[in-house]
């Protein structure tokens, strides 16, 4: 049995493997052309399609391992193998009824247009009844039944050293932008008249700065980790069985172009489909690493999703408020030069023992699938 960082089976169960990146990009190219075909990227209905999409890795592991991996520990049929009654199952079945909830909402604003603006109203409803689910379920269930589910929330300080660090180094990426005059500065002041506050610049800056980094990270945990749970929770746990380095190349590889067809629709790198492709390929690996470090250091996987919103809600941050760039190409942040600092990072990550692969096995607790 295996953890979020260790290994004991010595291959990969590619027929598993293979039916979860089958199936989560079969449905999520599914719902790219469903949107393409009927409003459009850049409608309403664009941001319930690009939340549902990232609920996709998650709800297929589930799935998967709750009613068809047999040898999974969460198998629906199977008894607990150490005996203990409970591994948070309640949590899966909520989340995959969240998930439902949110595809239905997808099909209400492309079947009934008239009633996009309402179904993008309570797509916030499984936003804050996922979040109030995790605090119940963690609450009644207690710290040993998430662990036992790969689920651990992992120590307050490491979510304050890898957030911190994901906010420093794009703030830096800001700052080289405007050192290099890559781009324009935000008029503070008439993005507050253009709000319709009575704040000043400099106060609006530091109120949305504590909205989107801050309340929009933690709001986003349950979204995000609808990507982590199953990239890294499941997805990564299988393929370090090929070496730890290996596999998390391989896995950002898979995650890159899990991205392609929305980036083909203008998304992150609009008008550039060719560059776009190969720059969101670089920056899932360089982010792989990245991630993929923090969950075998901690074993946490929401320690992951929280890297992946604060990831998400900075950058929006620092290039709607602060400086936007001219391209997202030829710039620091998602561009080419900020991959490249990116690489350096991932160097210095890469030289941490954590990487060593083991040269026996060690016997853990259970992943969401044998």
Not at 152 to 157: E, K, N, Q, W, Y
């Amino acid at each position: 049995m295996t953890t979020l960082t260790e290994t004991t089976q010595p291959k990969v169960n590619w027929k598993q493997v293979g039916l979860f990146t089958g199936l989560t990009f079969g449905f999520t190219f599914a719902l790219d052309l469903a949107l393409q075909l009927s409003s459009g990227y850049g409608s309403t209905s664009s941001m319930i399609f690009l939340q549902l999409q990232m609920l996709i890795p998650a709800f297929i592991a589930m799935l998967l391992g709750m009613f068809v991996f047999t040898d999974s520990p969460f198998y629906f049929r199977k008894p607990m193998p150490d005996g203990r009654k409970d591994r948070a199952r309640g949590f899966f079945y909520l989340y995959m009824v969240l998930t439902v909830f949110y595809m239905v909402l997808a099909a209400l604003s492309v079947l009934a247009p008239s009633l996009t603006n309402l179904a993008s109203q309570l797509s916030i409803l499984p936003i804050i009844l996922g979040l109030l689910g995790l605090v119940v379920f963690r609450v009644l269930k207690g710290k040993d039944s998430f662990a036992r589910a790969n689920l651990r929330g992992g120590r307050f300080v490491d979510w304050v050293i890898y957030g911190g660090a994901i906010v420093v180094f794009l703030a830096i990426q800001t700052g080289l932008n405007a050192l290099f005059h890559l781009g324009t500065p935000v008029d503070a002041n008439l993005l507050a008249a253009q709000m319709g506050t009575t704040m000043s610049g400099s106060t609006l800056v530091i109120v949305l700065g504590l909205q989107m980094i801050l309340q929009g990270s933690l709001l986003g945990l349950v979204i995000a980790f609808g990507e982590e749970y199953g990239w890294r929770g499941f997805l990564q746990s299988q393929l370090i069985r090929l070496g730890k380095k290996r596999g998390v190349l391989i896995l950002g590889l898979i995650w890159g172009a899990w991205h392609y067809p929305v980036i083909w629709m203008g998304h992150n790198y609009p008008g550039q489909p060719v560059l776009g492709t190969l720059m969101m390929t670089v920056f899932c690996v360089l982010l792989a690493f990245v991630i993929g470090h923090a969950v075998l250091k901690t074993g946490s996987i929401w320690l992951a999703a929280f890297m992946h919103a604060i990831t998400n809600q900075t950058a929006n941050y620092f290039y709607s408020v602060i400086y936007a760039p001219n391209s997202q190409i030829f710039s620091f942040g998602i561009g080419l030069y900020g991959m490249a600092t990116l690489a350096v990072v991932v160097f210095f990550l890469l030289r941490d023992p954590v990487w060593k692969d083991l040269s026996a096995p060690v016997e853990q607790t259970a992943t969401v699938a044998e």
